[in-house]
């Protein structure tokens, strides 16, 4: 893992408990709306929002779509900083 990475991970993870109401800890690269049961289609767009916000990054309609899992949410903010 590049340097930076696993701090942008730790960023991502801190926001998606605190939107979703679930310990950062207990989240990792395979958590989904599939196993965080507060995680549902409003959420979804509230953590949106928060990483939008807290993080300066602005997300394509596709990226907001295939963002299933905490891994494909790093992976897109990781696009999306690269395209700001």
């Known amino acids: 893992m590049a340097t930076g ?7 991502v993870f801190a926001i998606m408990g605190r939107v979703l109401g679930v310990p950062p800890e207990s989240i990792n690269e395979d958590s989904s709306p599939d196993t965080i049961a507060s995680w549902d289609s409003l959420a979804h767009m ?5 990483l939008e916000e807290e993080l ?5 309609e596709e990226q907001i779509v295939d963002m299933l899992n905490a891994k494909l949410i790093v992976l897109a903010v990781t696009e999306a900083r690269g395209k700001s």
Do not use: C, D, H
């Open 46 to 50: 509230n953590l949106v929002l928060a």
């Open 5 to 11: 990475e696993g701090e942008l991970e730790a960023s």
């Open 56 to 60: 300066a990054v602005q997300f394509t």
